[in-house]
């Protein structure tokens, strides 16, 4: 369920940008439909009205694209959990705000500008490829518009486009924030790390006496109790029980697979980096000196690059363009080039070769077999959710309808750390969570496409767990407990030792870290690492405590970010770009959000309230 609100989440972000667009373009009018509330405005800002039929379209798009994207319906009531009609209005009234100040100001676009956007726009184009007036005329009449509405709307948009391009450009980052912004981000630092464990204790841990059990578990009674339970009796109607007996079209089996061919059957593939130059010239003299005996990793390092920033993955020939063949007729790891690429002169590295690679039809026919008659379960349990609602609706029991074919009943004593099969189901989990006892069971739509129906019977409240039945947990968790804060004291000593003097390889295994950038990550080690290695004067030591991990941590050196290089100047460059991108859209949003003000924003309710009640 988390990754289907991330995705939905993401799916509206695109879907709103676009929206934008559309607006700011003044091409929004295609594939609208008519609401009976023509003639009325959800809003006015200064002069200008949002009239209602756009928002309705507006918001219908939106609805969509966001079930064309998710494969499932979205609905405005589910749209309005989001806020998105909120975001569509805004978007509406900022663009209603930039034309009313485009018309205070006299702002406009000549009847040029208004023919070259016709001209470019490929829903206009004929036969021939080109702008063709018949079809211009015929796309409006399939959209309800009329040239003359749209060329005033399309002259607008420009207008609008005109005033933000004003308002937003010209903006350059200043030189000290880029610096600043550049030295935080590329600075690198190198320490050792030590793990400290049980093995590095001066003295063992003493076994725990009875008093020490029993103070802990006062302590910690919450830990061991019993969660709270809830008796559920259910009737499920899933996929797996249903899909083992519907029939297999091989025909279909066999179109899956010609579907998918890409999965079953991939082309030779090489593991290859890209090192990218300014010049020919450069890539040459690099070339050269590879070819002398240097490495290529020292070339890509000297650049103020990681090797991430050259990994390409594994590619096939064709994903590699011009630089494809002679890549690929390497046939051992090595460096070609320089080889044109679409970002200019560059030296490959091929570090691998991964062969062409086949599955044939039957080594995953009954794979394939399987997701079919999964796929077709799903639509049988959608087809017979009509007539299983009616038998409830009937005053069916629970265990009525589990007399229905394939429906299985079920109890559990639910809690939030069930492990059942069913209770794996999020929307099974959340209806668990909610039921009433009394309540009347109704089917739940489970992520499978199957179905549910559940009754609550009661309810066991949580409760301690006796210390006698409790006593292997406890002793498992004193001694975790115990073991930490040893191990918290021993690294303590260590790090003290270290800080006067002592080589940190005196006390065990090191794992040095040469140089390391503030987002790297180092195996085996806590994220905070390197968070911590940041905050560190060079030379120092400190402890890294977690729950599950302990060591030490020494500062060896701080490199700090080159400043002339080709790779700086390239890394400078753009996140001057990213800034002045960043100073650009607050001062549009700003700009938008003043002149909005001035004009003054009225709000009409009773209309928004009267469109939305017309979408489903």
């Keep these: 369920m988390a990754e289907g609100k991330k995705r939905v989440n993401k799916v509206m972000s695109v879907a709103v940008w676009m929206l934008v667009a559309m607006l700011i373009l003044g091409l929004g009018g295609f594939g609208v439909t008519n609401f009976s509330t023509t003639g009325q405005s959800i809003a006015t800002v200064g002069d200008e009205d949002v009239d209602a039929n756009t928002y309705a379209n507006a918001l219908q798009q939106q609805l969509q694209g966001i079930s064309q994207q998710t494969g499932q319906a979205f609905t405005l009531a589910q749209a309005r959990q989001f806020g998105l009609d909120a975001q569509v209005r805004?978007?509406?009234?900022?663009?209603?705000?930039?034309?009313?100040?485009?018309?205070?100001?006299?702002?406009?676009?000549?009847?040029?500008?208004?023919?070259?956007?016709?001209r470019q726009n490929q829903s206009f184009f004929g036969t021939s490829g080109q702008f063709d007036r018949d079809t211009y005329d015929l796309v409006l009449r399939q959209n309800g518009l009329n040239p003359a509405t749209y060329e005033a709307d399309l002259r607008d948009g420009l207008a609008r486009s005109l005033l933000v391009g004003a308002v937003s450009g010209g903006f350059t980052a200043p030189q000290a924030v880029t610096d600043?912004?550049?030295?935080?981000?590329?600075?690198?630092?190198?320490?050792?790390?030590?793990?400290?464990?049980?093995?590095?204790?001066?003295?063992?841990?003493?076994?725990?006496?009875?008093?020490?059990?029993?103070?802990?578990?006062?302590?910690?009674?919450?830990?061991?109790?019993?969660?709270?339970?809830?008796?559920?009796?259910?009737?499920?109607?899933?996929?797996e029980t249903v899909a083992p007996a519907l029939?297999?079209?091989?025909?279909?089996?066999?179109?899956?697979?010609?579907?998918?061919?890409?999965?079953?059957?991939?082309?030779?593939?090489?593991?290859?980096?890209?090192?990218?130059?300014?010049?020919?010239?450069?890539?040459?003299?690099?070339?050269?000196?590879?070819?002398?005996?240097?490495?290529?990793?020292?070339?890509?390092?000297?650049?103020?690059?990681?090797?991430?920033?050259?990994?390409?993955?594994?590619?096939?020939i064709e994903d590699l363009g011009p630089a494809g063949d002679a890549v690929f007729a390497l046939e051992e790891p090595g460096v070609v080039g320089p080889l044109d690429s679409t970002l200019g002169p560059a030296l490959f590295r091929m570090n691998g070769i991964l062969s062409e690679h086949e599955v044939p039809f039957e080594e995953v026919r009954d794979d394939l077999a399987t997701e079919f008659q999964f796929d077709a379960a799903r639509r049988a349990i959608a087809d017979r959710r009509d007539t299983l609602d009616d038998v409830l609706?009937?005053?069916?029991?629970?265990?009525?309808?589990?007399?229905?074919?394939?429906?299985?009943?079920?109890?559990?004593?639910?809690?939030?750390?069930?492990?059942?099969?069913?209770?794996?189901?999020?929307?099974?989990?959340?209806?668990?969570?909610?039921?009433?006892?009394?309540?009347?069971?109704?089917?739940?739509?489970?992520?499978?496409?199957?179905?549910?129906?559940?009754?609550?019977?009661?309810?066991?409240?949580?409760?301690?767990?006796?210390?006698?039945?409790?006593?292997?947990r406890v002793a498992e968790a004193w001694r975790a407990d115990a073991l930490n804060r040893a191990l918290a004291e021993r690294a303590e000593q260590i790090r003290q030792a270290v800080q006067d003097g002592a080589p940190l390889a005196d006390f065990g295994n090191v794992n040095v870290t040469e140089q390391i950038a503030r987002d790297g990550t180092i195996a085996s080690a806590p994220p905070q690492t390197v968070q911590t290695a940041f905050k560190m004067e060079e030379g120092a030591a400190q402890v890294i405590e977690t729950p599950n991990w302990v060591g030490v941590l020494r500062l060896d050196s701080i490199e700090t970010a080159d400043q002339d290089g080709e790779g700086a100047q390239a890394l400078k460059a753009q996140l001057a770009a990213q800034l002045e991108g960043a100073l650009a859209n607050d001062a549009r949003q700003l700009y938008t959000q003043a002149i909005a003000d001035n004009a003054g924003v009225s709000i009409n309710q009773t209309v928004i309230d009267a469109v939305h009640a017309q979408i489903p």
Excluded: C, M, W
């Design 90 to 118: 805004q978007q509406l009234i900022s663009s209603a705000a930039l034309s009313n100040e485009a018309r205070r100001i006299g702002l406009s676009v000549g009847d040029s500008a208004v023919a070259e956007e016709l």
């Design 180 to 239: 600043a912004l550049y030295g935080y981000i590329a600075e690198r630092r190198g320490f050792s790390l030590l793990q400290v464990t049980e093995a590095d204790l001066e003295q063992p841990l003493p076994a725990p006496s009875d008093e020490d059990l029993r103070a802990y578990y006062d302590a910690h009674s919450a830990d061991f109790a019993a969660p709270e339970t809830r008796q559920i009796t259910y009737a499920a109607l899933l996929p």
């Design 247 to 316: 029939p297999v079209d091989e025909a279909a089996l066999r179109n899956l697979y010609d579907q998918r061919i890409d999965e079953f059957v991939q082309p030779e593939r090489r593991l290859v980096e890209r090192l990218v130059f300014p010049d020919e010239a450069a890539a040459e003299a690099a070339k050269a000196r590879i070819d002398a005996g240097e490495s290529f990793d020292a070339i890509v390092a000297e650049r103020g690059l990681e090797l991430a920033d050259a990994d390409l993955g594994d590619v096939a």
């Design 393 to 472: 609706a009937g005053g069916a029991t629970v265990e009525d309808l589990a007399e229905q074919p394939d429906v299985t009943l079920g109890t559990l004593e639910y809690s939030e750390n069930s492990d059942d099969v069913i209770a794996g189901y999020p929307a099974f989990r959340q209806a668990a969570e909610d039921a009433q006892e009394g309540d009347f069971p109704e089917l739940v739509t489970l992520d499978d496409g199957g179905l549910v129906a559940l009754r609550l019977d009661g309810i066991k409240p949580a409760a301690p767990v006796p210390f006698e039945e409790a006593r292997d």
